[in-house]
């Protein structure tokens, strides 16, 4: 535990002395715009946990930008900051944030409304993923014939409560798996010799210190200064959350806390061009 505070302090600086200036943006409210007009296609989007705005800088713009680059009309909205702080709080003991799942489904409902002859698709990464699953349990019944896909990234869901989705969505996961390292929180097996963490030792050993590395994956100012904040962010919510560990050390359920660079990785490594491909083929 105090190797686990000794990250939070030691990595506090970096974080002020990181460049401000934006290669991505990290929010997008097409849905909320009534100045606009409807578009054929919506897309909401839940980010991951720690990320920013409310689409994040993960995976949030590149596939926006991917879905702008196939489709003709199609609007993109997060979920809003209010609706879903994006904590690892609500992760750990929701399950994946209830809030979020509210806001988002409220959301496809005002659209719906609004605009009746749109297809919608639910879409999220790592804890977003978990929210949009939830979301469709709390969809309205009209607003939910229109959605026509499910689009996850990095999806925890099947360490957590495996909601299952409506047989009349169509659904696309996308996960780093059949590799050397692949990402522990979707993938259905470990690679050999990875080990599952036993102590809060292990867990610095195996979640913390790789994520050091993350700031040398990054793709641009604001995923570079996201990877240099994840660190001490991550190392409080353990602080924080320590009881639930150790619950699951118990229950044998710590591989939801296994975040790894892997798990970053989805925007920038072709995926997210692969899910605009899907949307556009519903």
């Not at 990181?18 to 909401?44: E, G, H, L, Y």
Request: charged share 20%; glycine share 8%; net charge negative.
């Amino acid at each position: 535990m105090k190797s686990i505070l000794y990250a939070i302090i030691a990595t506090g600086t970096l974080v002020a002395a990181t460049p401000v200036s934006r290669d991505v943006i990290d929010t997008s409210f097409d849905m909320d715009d009534n100045s606009t007009p409807c578009a054929k296609t919506a897309v909401i989007f839940a980010r991951g946990t720690f990320d920013s705005g409310n689409i994040g800088v993960w995976v949030g713009p590149q596939f926006k930008k991917s879905l702008k680059d196939k489709i003709d009309s199609v609007a993109f909205q997060g979920v809003n900051e209010e609706d879903y702080p994006a904590n690892l709080a609500e992760y750990i003991t929701e399950n994946g944030s209830e809030s979020c799942a509210n806001g988002l489904a409220s959301t496809v409902n005002a659209y719906a409304s609004k605009c009746p002859d749109a297809k919608i698709v639910v879409s999220g990464w790592s804890q977003g993923s978990l929210c949009a699953h939830k979301s469709l349990e709390r969809i309205n019944a009209a607003p939910l014939a229109q959605v026509k896909g499910l689009v996850v990234f990095g999806d925890p869901n099947g360490l957590m409560d495996k909601i299952a989705v409506p047989s009349s969505i169509n659904v696309s996961s996308y996960c780093i798996k059949d590799t050397v390292v692949p990402d522990p929180l979707c993938s259905e097996t470990l690679a050999s010799g990875f080990k599952l963490p036993t102590s809060f030792s292990d867990l610095e050993d195996l979640v913390l210190d790789p994520l050091r590395d993350l700031p040398d994956l990054a793709t641009g100012v604001e995923q570079t200064k996201a990877a240099i904040g994840i660190l001490p962010q991550l190392a409080l919510g353990f602080f924080r959350n320590a009881k639930y560990f150790a619950k699951d050390l118990l229950t044998g359920n710590v591989r939801r806390w296994l975040l790894t660079p892997q798990h970053f990785s989805y925007g920038n490594n072709g995926m997210a061009e692969e899910a605009a491909a899907f949307v556009a083929g519903l």
